[in-house]
Nanobody, 128 residues
């Protein structure tokens, strides 16, 4: 089972930036898909971004395209979410998730039920 630990959340004013990090350990799959989801009170969990092993496939939710960037380190143990031009509607708890590679190959990545492993989340709050 993968252990995922998020960090980097915090409070920022609208227009500001934050970078979230996710440390993935004990991942046994030879190929994987790692992603970020977010959830605010009373709303469903929303797919934010996903990236495949090697970074050749990446996806973004419509609401964050052009503002957020997902990336990984060369050792493939860290996944980052660079969030620029943040808006109050980006306020949510952000979760890192992991699953086998196939999920990254289609729009299935948007379905949270497809993902196997989850971190505990990190809170992002954007004020006006």
């Amino acid at each position: 089972q993968v252990r995922l630990v998020e960090s980097g959340g915090g409070s920022v004013q609208a227009g500001g930036s934050l970078r979230l990090s996710c440390a993935a350990s004990a991942y046994s799959a030879s190929r994987w898909c790692l992603g970020w989801f977010r959830q605010s009170p009373g709303k469903e969990r929303e797919g934010v971004a996903a990236i495949s092993e090697g970074g050749n496939i990446s996806h973004y939710g419509d609401s964050v395209k052009g503002r957020f960037t997902i990336s990984q380190d060369s050792a493939k143990t860290m996944v980052y979410l660079q969030m620029n031009n943040l808006r109050p509607e980006d306020t949510a708890k952000y979760f890192c998730a992991a699953v086998g590679a196939l999920v990254c190959w289609s729009s299935d990545w948007l379905d949270e039920r497809r993902w196997n492993d989850w971190g505990l989340g990190t809170q992002v709050t954007v004020s006006q």
